[in-house]
C-alpha cells in the first residue's frame, strides 16, 4: 500500500511550510479575540482590553510627559470623540484625570466636566459636577455668601411680576440682573422648574391670566427669603431652598479619589502607567 504521505523532499518542505502557517494564523486568531479552548481569567479579560483600547493609541500616549499637562486633556478628547466602548472611555476618564491632577487650577474643572460627560450613572456625575465647580474655585450654592445681591434682585423681581400676572415682565426681569443663572441654580425648587416657571411666564397673555398656584407663590417667597438670609437661614429654610439630598462629598486634599487616578504614576510605558519615565 502506497504511503499517503509525499515522500519528495519539496513535498515535504511545502507541508512544513503549511504547517507553520496554520500554527500562526491560529495564534492571531486568539491574539485578535477568538475563544481558546480554556477561558482566562476575569481579571486577565478585563486587563487585556484596557491594553487593546490603548493599543490603538499606544504612540501618543508614550509620548505624554507630565511636564506638558495639556497633552493629557487633548488626548484624552480626542479618545472620548472616538469612543467605541467601555474600554475606549475607561481610558478616556484615566487620561482626563491625570490631566485635572497635574494641573488642577488651570484643566481641573474643564477635566471634570469631561468626566461628567463620561459618568457610568448618576451619582457620578452628579459628584463630577460639583467637583468641577470646588476645583474651579466657584464653590457651591451652598456657599450662599458667594450669590451676587443683583441676582437675588433679579429673581426676585421676576417673582413678583408673576404673582401679579405679568409674565412678559418677569422674564425681562430674569435678564436684568443675571436672575437667568440664579433660577437656573434654584429652579429645582419650584414646583414646575426653571424650565416651567418660564414656560408658565410665556404663557400668561391677556388682560386677565389666570391667577397662578398657591402652591409656587409658596415657594417662591420661601426662596427669595432662604436667599436674602444666606447662611443665617433656618433649616427649614435651607431645605426649601436646596432640598434633602445628601450633600456630595468632595476631598480636595485626596487627589487620588478625587481624579480616580494615581498622580504618581502619569507615563505610559510597556502597556501601563508607571511612576517614572
Not at 429645582?188 to 409656587?216: H, N, V
Not at 504618581?264 to 519615565?277: C, I, Q, S, V, Y
Request: hydrophobic share 45%; net charge negative; aromatic share 4%.
Amino acid at each position: 500500500m502506497k504511503s499517503a504521505w509525499p515522500r519528495d523532499r519539496a513535498s515535504i518542505t511545502r507541508r512544513r511550510v503549511s504547517c507553520v502557517v496554520c500554527l500562526a494564523g491560529l495564534a492571531l486568531g486568539l491574539a485578535a479575540g477568538a475563544s481558546p479552548a480554556h477561558p482566562a481569567e476575569p481579571s486577565r479579560v478585563a486587563q487585556s482590553a484596557a491594553q487593546l483600547a490603548a493599543a490603538a493609541w499606544e504612540s501618543r500616549l508614550a509620548r505624554l510627559d507630565p511636564v506638558r499637562p495639556l497633552d493629557y486633556l487633548e488626548l484624552a478628547e480626542e479618545v472620548a470623540d472616538a469612543a467605541r466602548d467601555e474600554e475606549d472611555r475607561a481610558l478616556a476618564r484615566q487620561l482626563f484625570g491625570l490631566a485635572g491632577a497635574l494641573d488642577p487650577t488651570r484643566l481641573g474643572r474643564s477635566a471634570m466636566l469631561a468626566l461628567a460627560t463620561l459618568a457610568r450613572d448618576e451619582p457620578e456625575r452628579q459628584r463630577a459636577l460639583a467637583a468641577a465647580e470646588l476645583v474651579g474655585g466657584r464653590g457651591l450654592l451652598r456657599e450662599e455668601a458667594r450669590v451676587d445681591p443683583a441676582q437675588i434682585e433679579s429673581l426676585a423681581r421676576s417673582f413678583s411680576y408673576y404673582r401679579r400676572g405679568d409674565g412678559r415682565r418677569a422674564l425681562a426681569a430674569l435678564r436684568q440682573g443675571g436672575g437667568e443663572e440664579l433660577l437656573d441654580a434654584v429652579g429645582a425648587a419650584l414646583p414646575a422648574g426653571a424650565d416651567g416657571y418660564r414656560e408658565e411666564c410665556k404663557a400668561m397673555r391677556g388682560a386677565s391670566p389666570a391667577p397662578p398656584d398657591a402652591s409656587t407663590v409658596l415657594r417662591q417667597h420661601e426662596i427669595e427669603l432662604a436667599l436674602r438670609m444666606g447662611r443665617s437661614r433656618a433649616v427649614s429654610l435651607d431645605l426649601a431652598l436646596l432640598g434633602d439630598d445628601p450633600l456630595v462629598e468632595v476631598d480636595l486634599a485626596d487627589p487620588g479619589a478625587l481624579w480616580g487616578v494615581d498622580p504618581t504614576r502619569p507615563w505610559w510605558r510597556e502597556g501601563a502607567w508607571r511612576g517614572n519615565g
